[in-house]
């Protein structure tokens, strides 16, 4: 199973990315899908999360801002980041193989979405 993450870069405060995961294999489908993301010097934390039958899960923090959604037919995680601050800053990783709640053992490499003026 691999997992690359792209779309990441530098971006105004209040401006918008999109950030795409590609998975390889068949477990894609049938499993929790997520984005994490580590600032420097923090933990890395869950910024949402997507079941397989697409319901979703955000965390507190970028709730009504960014949204997560799957094409499973191509086996692609996607997450919409609109109105970003600068403590949005970060490495932002997919995940798979989790819950809701927490992460699985299946991580991409990481795309860095900066976030400044």
């Known amino acids: 199973v691999q997992l690359q993450a792209s779309g990441g870069g530098l971006v105004q405060p209040g401006g918008s990315l999109r950030l795409s995961c590609a998975a390889s294999?068949?477990?894609?489908?049938?499993?929790?899908m997520g984005w994490y993301r580590q600032a420097p010097g923090k933990r890395r934390e869950l910024v949402a999360t997507?079941?397989?039958?697409?319901?979703?899960y955000y965390a507190d923090s970028v709730k009504g801002r960014f949204t997560i959604s799957r094409d499973n037919a191509k086996k692609t995680l996607y997450l919409q980041m609109n109105s970003l601050k600068p403590e949005d800053t970060a490495v932002y990783y997919c995940?798979?193989?989790?819950?809701?709640?927490?992460?699985?053992?299946?991580w991409g490499q990481g795309t860095q979405v900066t976030v400044s003026s």
């Open positions: 997507i079941s397989s039958g697409g319901r979703p």
């Open positions: 995940n798979g193989g989790g819950g809701s709640f927490s992460s699985g053992r299946y």
């Open positions: 294999g068949s477990f894609f489908s049938a499993n929790v």
